[in-house]
């Protein structure tokens, strides 16, 4: 069971706030890892240092072996790490088609073209599928501006699943989606990694997601990791029901 | 396949059609549509860099340097090819945009148009403070010879000239067409747009402004050397902050959905300049200045959004998404 | 060693009337966020308004010379007055929610416009508004002698300064519009005009610059292209002290005077070049300028 992602003891503050405190994880190959904490407990952080968009004061970042600490976010993604963000970052003034052709064609193996056609052959295959799987098909044409925030943040996070990611990091992937559509969301991202062994961690805040989804889970308060195991022990523990998710035992 | 083959079909066409064309036209026309696709070519680069969100208010500098290429190559080289004169050109302005590029590639908005602008000026003033070079009197070039073409009479010198204009404005606007159409042409609008998620895809936003701007500087240096030629003159102006500013109007007028649209507006612009300079020589930048706010405020996809209507933005209200995701 | 003091003193001067109106584009840049690359042109207005004014003040022998001082302030202030206002909400309004590529289209054209307006007004020929500098005297220092108007710059430098820094930090208003430049949205929740405070901080800005050309235009010959050099070299200025800070201004004008003064008197082609060579060590080290403004998390 080697770990796919270790990170050993990972400090950083801004000013006076602590966001992550010798924060040392270590997840393996294919596990589902969810993270759970209050707002500003150093979740997104933990997400952003591990992706190299936050170069943290202290601690390392180990990828497969090798140390990606401090590696800007391009060359992280090209060590096969992938990740989708909280508030959905996209090219708004492009389409949902081109957002995808852009996930597909900047990390392509063959390398982008300046010649060939964006919408040639092999792209194209791919984005299908992806329009397909994420139920995309009757927006491919509509500027993203124009599309509602559920639409925005499937977009968000097809264009993450691309190209088979070993490690893929989802930022709140059901915030800002109708609750009636949060599992039928989450299925479609699991089922667009079956047959690979990618390890999935996601940050969320909503309890049942976590449960359903997350064979283990770690719950951050303060920029500190104070619980860790599975969802039914994690989220019976305490301390996290004091601070993170306020259920009264 | 077929959109690049009709695009290079497209620009055949439109290259025999001028060359006929310019047998017909008057003499003066086909001055003024030479030196007009000269600075077309300078604002095709422009569109270029400012379809990955980037403005140069000092692309004067690649004109500059690929008029002083040619003017130099004449005079000290002894150079009278135009071929290679323009190609010598071009090679200069690609060779200085090598250097700046990497200086320049991190900015963005005001601090990349004011660092243009900037280099522009000082190379204005260093031109024009450096006899060798000719001060600010520049250089005169005469009449080129064209491959094993050695035209006589003034008109023929100007037709030719023209014919060679009108060549690498075909080729080079179907090359644009072609990249706009590519990844790499589409990362330049992403560019724009998300700098953090191209980053996070796996591109660099400093790499594709970087070439942005070494593309636009090799457009830049053929239309110098071109204007150059079609003028006979080439003097330290050509790098000022007048010159640069006009090619900027021309890239707003035209907008960049549309590559022929450029060249049009050049043609457009020229004609109404040769018209106001007679008449109204102290407030053509004014009239441009107005003109840039009308057209920023009413047509801001400039007159390429005229001619190209794409299928982009939605006509009606997207779909409620509650059925979608089952 | 007296090339060293002439460099010294020359600088200094020079960096009086680049910090007036290098901090009023910064603070219109803290406030509005936006860098006006018609500032140069204001500056040109300011000293073509002023250069009028003094030649009607002086030619019609209006009064005691010394007020002719106070013409050049009024003049400054009617150009803020008049233009200020007209240009943010009549035009820059109009672009706010656009590109960010678009608002530097737009203040260069109005740049363009502004050129060319003076032209028409005032004519192509130079203006010099002579008689100020001369009320002065001259003053002799490290041996060199000097004219007192240029050390007055200097004085009304401070002043500025002194006084902007005051109003800002000490001031309810100030207050108000530091909160603006921190964060516009949360001040304007908070109930503050932000509106308002646009105008009234746009206005200001185009007071410096108007000031700044209005007691630069004793010392220099008024004419078409003075506002292309204010604005290049008020950028710099602007860029290396950090955008949207006084102090930057400040430290940075004066940077900048002592580089230029240092060109002038040792290889003069390099004027314009040595300001960006600095900037560009300057941005080579700090990126965001010597004093930087926080910025907030984008994700």
């Known amino acids: ?249 | 396949m077929t959109g690049r083959v009709g695009t290079l079909g497209a620009a055949l066409l439109a290259f025999a059609a001028l060359a006929l064309l310019g047998r017909i036209l008057p003499h003066w026309f086909v001055l003024v549509a030479t030196l007009a696709f000269a600075k077309g070519l300078v604002a095709l680069g422009l569109v270029v860099l400012m379809r990955g969100g980037l403005v140069s208010f000092g692309q004067g500098i690649f004109f500059c340097a690929g008029g002083y290429a040619a003017g130099l190559a004449m005079r000290s080289l002894g150079v009278t090819d135009a071929v290679l004169l323009v190609a010598l050109g071009g090679a200069l302005a690609l060779i200085l945009g090598l250097i700046i590029a990497p200086l320049l590639a991190g900015y963005r908005g005001i601090f990349f148009a004011t660092l243009t602008l900037a280099l522009s000026m000082i190379a204005y003033g260093i031109l024009d403070k450096t006899y060798s070079l000719g001060g600010s009197d520049g250089l005169n070039l005469q009449a080129p010879t064209f491959l094993t073409y050695q035209p006589q009479t003034s008109q023929e010198v100007s037709y030719a000239l023209f014919v060679l204009a009108s060549l690498l404005t075909a080729v080079a606007a179907a090359l644009c067409r072609i990249h706009f159409d590519s990844i790499r042409g589409l990362l330049s609008l992403a560019a724009r747009d998300n700098e953090i998620r191209v980053e996070y895809l796996g591109a660099s936003v400093r790499w594709v402004s970087g070439t942005n701007f070494i593309i636009s500087g090799l457009l830049g240096g053929i239309g110098g050397a071109l204007a150059a030629l079609s003028l006979g003159h080439i003097d330290p102006d050509f790098a000022f902050w007048t010159t640069s500013g006009e090619f900027v109007f021309l890239a707003i007028l035209s907008g960049y959905a549309s590559v022929t649209a450029v060249f049009v507006a050049a043609v457009l612009l020229e004609l109404v300049r040769s018209f106001s300079s007679q008449y109204f020589p102290n407030t053509w930048q004014g009239a441009l200045g107005i003109f840039l706010l009308l057209v920023i405020l009413f047509l801001p996809e400039g007159l390429g959004s005229l001619v190209r209507r794409r299928r982009r933005t939605a006509v009606k209200p997207a779909p409620k998404p509650v059925e979608s995701v089952k | 060693m007296n090339v060293a003091a002439a460099i010294f003193v020359d600088g200094l001067i020079d960096a009086s009337w680049l910090f007036i109106v290098a901090v009023g584009l910064t603070l219109v840049f803290g406030v509005l966020n936006i860098l006006n690359f018609a500032h140069g042109s204001l500056f040109a207005v300011g000293a073509y308004t002023a250069a009028s004014a003094v030649g009607w003040y002086y030619g019609g022998n209006f009064g005691p010379a010394f007020l002719g001082y106070f013409v050049m302030l009024g003049a400054a202030l009617l150009v803020a007055v008049a233009m200020g206002p007209l240009l943010e909400r009549g035009v820059l309004r109009l672009f706010y929610r656009r590109d960010e590529v678009v608002i530097v289209l737009v203040t260069y054209a109005l740049f363009l416009i502004l050129e060319d307006a003076t032209k028409l007004i005032w004519g192509v020929n130079p203006y010099y508004a002579y008689e100020p500098y001369g009320l002065l005297g001259n003053v002799s220092v490290f041996g060199l002698s000097y004219v007192g108007y240029d050390f007055a710059l200097v004085g009304l430098a401070l002043l500025t300064g002194v006084l902007l820094w005051l109003g800002l930090n000490r001031t309810i208003s100030g207050k108000v519009v530091l909160a603006v430049i921190h964060d516009r949205d949360i001040s304007g929740a908070m109930g503050v005009n932000v509106t308002r405070v646009f105008v009234l901080a746009f206005t200001f800005g185009v007071f410096l610059a108007a000031l700044g050309g209005a007691f630069t235009a004793p010392k220099i010959s008024v004419q078409p292209g003075i506002s292309i050099s204010v604005i290049l070299l008020s950028f710099a200025v602007v860029v290396i002290g950090g955008l949207g800070s006084v102090e930057g201004a400040a430290i940075a004008a004066l940077i900048v005077g002592l580089a230029r003064a240092a060109a002038i008197h040792l290889m003069p082609s390099a004027e314009l070049f040595i300001v960006y060579l600095v900037m560009a060590l300057v941005l080579a080290l700090r990126p965001e300028g010597l004093f930087q403004r926080t910025t907030t998390r984008k994700i």
């Open chain 1, 1 to 249: 069971m080697t770990a796919l992602l270790e990170t050993e003891g990972l400090q950083k503050s801004f000013g006076a706030v602590i966001a992550a405190k010798d924060i040392s994880v270590a997840a393996r190959r294919g596990e589902r890892l969810g993270l759970i904490g209050n707002n500003g407990a150093g979740k997104t952080t933990f997400v952003n240092i591990v992706t190299g968009y936050l170069r943290p004061d202290a601690g390392r970042v180990v990828l497969d072996g090798a140390d990606i600490t401090g590696l800007a976010p391009r060359r992280v993604r090209r060590q096969g790490v992938s990740r989708s963000f909280q508030i959905p970052q996209l090219f708004a003034s492009l389409t949902p088609e081109e957002n995808l052709l852009m996930a597909l064609g900047i990390a392509d193996d063959k390398g982008m073209s300046a010649w060939r056609p964006a919408r040639s052959g092999a792209m194209m295959a791919g984005l299908e599928d992806l329009l397909e799987r994420f139920r995309l098909g009757e927006y491919r044409h509509h500027t993203i501006a124009t599309l509602p925030g559920g639409v925005r943040k499937l977009v968000d996070i097809a264009m993450a699943v691309t190209h088979q990611p070993k490690l893929l990091l989802l930022d709140e992937p059901s915030s800002g989606v109708a609750a009636e559509e949060k599992f039928p969301l989450m299925d479609v991202i699991m089922r667009a990694l079956e047959g690979s062994d990618a390890t999935v961690i996601f940050v969320e805040h909503d309890m049942e997601i976590v449960g359903r989804y997350a064979e283990r889970v770690l719950a951050f308060y303060e920029g500190r990791v104070i619980a860790d195991g599975t969802p039914t022990v994690v989220l019976g523990n305490a301390e996290v029901q004091r601070y993170v998710t306020g259920v009264a035992p």
